[in-house]
């Protein structure tokens, strides 16, 4: 039964969209971008990482419009990528770990030692019922082109497995596809290689489609997509079409290979060669920004454009960077595949001319499903129909800076899989955060966390013996909301016994069940 979906907002706010003129709107997602990968601080110190990295783009978006320093994703890509599109939680819709192979879990779940992993949706999303292991949803795109957008999709796609209709962007509501595809990586950076995996000795299977004529150039892939989307945009702009662009970079996920227009300068401050190549990355990726923002002003287009710039997923920091593991993202604790605020806490901002205040920041919470309903308020959208329960709510008020706290509302992240690498918060995990508390209740031996973000933001002080009462009123509120949604956990290899909800542990007044 298909569920109506009805937002309802005061005149007052209704107002800023023009229903006449409806706004084009750039959602710029970076893959693996940290909190701290940008000279933009998010923290209430600038760092030695600002420092390091030049975004100046980035800067000239904070200033133009609002920063959000406590902005979350989840902490590997594809659950991120399926949350925006249906608007639901990852507990709900099941896409719980990236996607790659038709109906295979990840070769490191597959392999585990101690535990079996549930058959997550490792096929993503469905634009129909008939596809097995995948949850079937009404997607963002798809009611925005209901409702005379056209819907552009550049880059980096993840939304489906190889073989599924999702791996084609085509089908779950764009109307261009460039470049995106189910592999959730590229194969290489540079025009030169094609964009291909072969000197590294990977399959086709992470190759970039459709960029054929940049083959053997020196043409950076974050540059082409660039170029790409620009062309499409300005497609739309001569049709006179208000236009979504999905503008989802592969950048700055690995491998991590230079974008050579950059790097020199960071090898210059004798950063540690692969940092040197990471930093150029990071600026080929604000370079993009600029490229769309000075588009955007050549064309009279940026009164009636909302920008919106967020990642993916936390910073890279367990593998294949330099200096010191789970260091990269600091003062947050840890980086991608973590529960930890480094692999879910994300760089935010947003530009709406005419409705939020230039130069502003928020601190309220917020996570990457509320981004459904928000988008689709912007374009003046208020009634739509989904084939799915909608877990998002609109962070509107936040951006007219009618909300000023985020105390009452609890988050909630869940990942019963397994990433790969080790390091803190790296496992399977379900976590909530509920005002400045957050809980992380460890699936392989039921232990728990609990820190204040406010007095800890690095994570570095367990309080689950000193506050026993929050521990416990977190792990029932989790414990209620997965039940709920009939959350997968994880089982004990050898006794097939599923690993219980956090409740169950403290009800029992265990704090680990032996495997």
Not at 176 to 202: C, L, M, T
Not at 421 to 449: C, N, V
Request: proline residues 6%.
């Amino acid at each position: 039964m298909k569920k109506v979906v009805i937002i309802w907002f005061s005149l007052i706010l209704y107002s800023c969209n023009k229903e006449i003129n409806p706004p084009n709107i750039v959602l710029f997602l970076v893959d693996d971008l940290g909190w701290q990968d940008t000279s933009v601080p998010f923290w209430s110190d600038t760092t030695h990482f600002n420092k390091r990295y030049n975004t100046p783009n980035m800067e000239r978006l904070a200033k133009e419009g609002m920063k959000f320093t406590q902005a979350y994703a989840t902490s590997v890509c594809s659950p991120t990528r399926v949350s925006l599109m249906t608007g639901m939680n990852t507990a709900r819709h099941r896409v719980t770990n990236w996607t790659l192979q038709k109906d295979k879990i990840q070769p490191m779940e597959v392999n585990h030692l101690d535990l079996d992993f549930p058959r997550w949706n490792m096929n993503g999303i469905t634009p129909d019922s008939s596809i097995k292991n995948a949850i079937h949803a009404t997607t963002l795109p798809s009611i925005l082109k209901e409702n005379g957008y056209k819907t552009i999709h550049v880059g980096k796609a993840h939304f489906g497995a190889i073989g599924t209709p999702a791996a084609d962007p085509l089908n779950i509501g764009f109307d261009v596809n460039i470049a995106g595809h189910a592999a959730g990586g590229p194969g290489s950076y540079h025009g030169k290689r094609n964009f291909s995996a072969e000197w590294r000795g990977g399959t086709n299977t992470w190759d970039v489609p459709g960029l054929e004529k940049y083959h053997g150039s020196e043409t950076n892939l974050t540059e082409a997509l660039t170029m790409e989307a620009i062309d499409v945009m300005d497609n739309a702009y001569e049709s006179k079409q208000p236009f979504f662009l999905y503008m989802s970079h592969y950048t700055v996920h690995t491998p991590i290979e230079s974008d050579d227009r950059f790097l020199h300068k960071y090898i210059d401050q004798g950063l540690h060669p692969t940092e040197a190549k990471y930093a150029s990355m990071v600026e080929s990726m604000d370079q993009s920004l600029g490229d769309l923002m000075d588009y955007l002003e050549d064309k009279n287009l940026v009164q009636n454009t909302i920008i919106i710039f967020m990642s993916d997923n936390g910073g890279l920091s367990a593998v294949a960077r330099g200096g010191e593991k789970h260091s990269h993202n600091y003062p947050l604790s840890s980086g991608k595949g973590s529960a930890r605020e480094g692999g879910i806490r994300e760089p935010m901002i947003v530009k709406w001319p005419g409705v939020v205040d230039a130069g502003s920041t928020s601190h309220n919470y917020l996570i990457i499903e509320d981004f459904f309903p928000t988008i689709l308020f912007m374009a003046g959208i208020k009634n739509f129909e989904t084939v799915q329960p909608i877990d998002g709510q609109s962070f509107i008020p936040m951006l007219k800076q009618i909300v000023t706290t985020s105390t009452d509302r609890p988050l909630v992240w869940h990942y019963p899989n397994e990433w790969g690498p080790s390091g803190p918060g790296i496992g399977a995990t379900s976590t909530i955060r509920k005002g400045d508390w957050k809980m992380i209740y460890y699936h392989l031996d039921q232990s728990f966390e609990l820190f204040n973000l406010k007095a800890d933001i690095s994570e570095t002080d367990n309080l689950m013996e000193k506050e026993p009462e929050k521990l416990k009123e977190l792990a029932k509120e989790l414990t209620d909301y997965l039940i709920n949604v009939d959350a997968q956990m994880p089982s004990h290899k050898k006794t097939g016994i599923q690993i219980p909800f956090p409740l169950e542990i403290l009800s029992n007044n265990k704090k680990t069940i032996q495997l």
